[in-house]
Antibody
Framework: QVQLVQSGAEVKKPGASVKVSCKPSGYTFTSHEINWVRQATGQGLEWMGWMNPNSDDTGYAQKFQGRVTMTRNTSINTAYMELSNLRSEDTAVYYC???????????WGQGTLVTVSS | EIVMTQSPATLAVSPGERATLSCRASQSVSSNLAWYQQKPGQAPRLLIY???TRATGIPARFSGSGSGTEFTLTISSVLSEDFAVYYC????????FGQGTKVEIK
């Protein structure tokens, strides 16, 4: 069955960077894009960007341009999202999700809580 | 950026009642619209894609309609497990989510 397993919770200081991993299983890693979505506590969903694991193409929401980098390692079937210059407003649960049906996302990781605090 | 606006913010319904949720796009997204359900502490679940196609395993009481800028998610007869937050998402031009509609028990 399809699963996306993410790395564990992180605590970072303002100005630092965080790198979250996402390891899908149950399908061919390079056949579907990976999206990253975040959710602050009690807030809605915010799309951050996508990555094509086959081509390494990426697309980032304008809000995160210059601060986010999405990469992958096809030898271990793992996708990564790195967010730099963290501030308190970046405290949120970060999800990876498999792209399907031309842009919807059908399977999601369990989420990774990133806390930014001095 | 395409802005997605959902209404109402909160919808109170009794079990067995019909629930109608709306989503409006700031510009046309054609039929590139998905609906998700999210329960507390869980990741979102895909319900509908292509504005009206149910995802795998989604019960028939969930239906989607609309195109262009106006979309609707209907739950024909709400069950207890349907109380949750629902989000629409456009994927016609990058992707953006609506702010969500909370369906709560009346």
């Amino acid at each position: 069955q399809v699963q996306l397993v993410q790395s564990g919770a992180e605590v970072k200081k303002p100005g630092a960077s965080v790198k979250v991993s996402c390891k899908p299983s149950g399908y061919t890693f390079t056949s579907h894009e990976i999206n990253w979505v975040r959710q602050a506590t009690g807030q809605g969903l915010e799309w951050m960007g996508w990555m094509n694991p086959n081509s390494d193409d990426t697309g980032y929401a304008q809000k995160f341009q210059g601060r986010v980098t999405m990469t992958r390692n096809t030898s271990i079937n793992t996708a990564y999202m790195e967010l730099s210059n963290l501030r308190s407003e970046d405290t949120a649960v970060y999800y990876c999700a498999r792209g399907r049906h031309a842009g919807a996302t059908d399977f999601w990781g369990q989420g990774t809580l990133v806390t930014v605090s001095s | 950026e395409i802005v997605m606006t959902q209404s109402p913010a909160t919808l109170a319904v009794s079990p067995g009642e019909r629930a109608t949720l709306s989503c409006r796009a700031s510009q046309s997204v054609s039929s590139n619209l998905a609906w998700y359900q999210q329960k507390p502490g869980q990741a979102p679940r895909l319900l509908i894609y292509g504005a009206s196609t149910r995802a795998t395993g989604i019960p028939a009481r969930f239906s989607g309609s609309g195109s262009g800028t106006e979309f609707t998610l209907t739950i024909s007869s709400v069950l207890s497990e349907d109380f949750a937050v629902y989000y629409c998402q456009q994927y016609n031009n990058w992707r953006t989510f609506g702010q969500g509609t909370k369906v709560e028990i009346k």
